[in-house]
Nanobody
């Protein structure tokens, strides 16, 4: 079994910052790509940022220059530093990780989601 546990969401004023964390645990051989997605009410879930095991990153155009994704491989943890937050960043943020288990099976796993609310 693999679990992804997120933390760090909350309520912040526009222009403020938040840092999300997501720690993976369980039957993990290796963690490949780790990503953050978000889903606003009535909207589809979209990728915000992703990072490979080697540290290569990709960002949605809407967050480039404001959000930074990073990871600590020793801690099996991915972070999302969110600066200059806007009301349109309000959403539930989900961690996603592509993980190879000890039995060599590979799956995409999701965290439970953490609410980020940006007030104007």
């Amino acid at each position: 079994q693999v679990q992804l546990v997120e933390s760090g969401g909350g309520l912040v004023q526009a222009g403020g910052s938040l840092r999300l964390s997501c720690a993976a645990s369980g039957s993990i051989r290796s963690i490949n790509v780790m990503s953050w997605y978000r889903q606003a009410p009535g909207q589809q879930r979209d990728v915000v940022a992703s990072i490979t095991s080697g540290g290569r990153t990709n960002y949605a155009d809407s967050v480039k220059g404001r959000f930074t994704i990073s990871r600590d491989n020793a801690k099996s943890t991915v972070y999302l530093q969110m600066n200059s937050l806007k009301p349109e960043d309000t959403a539930v943020y989900y961690c996603n990780a592509h993980i190879t288990n000890w039995d060599y099976s590979a799956w995409n796993y999701w965290g439970q989601g953490t609410q980020v609310t940006v007030s104007s």
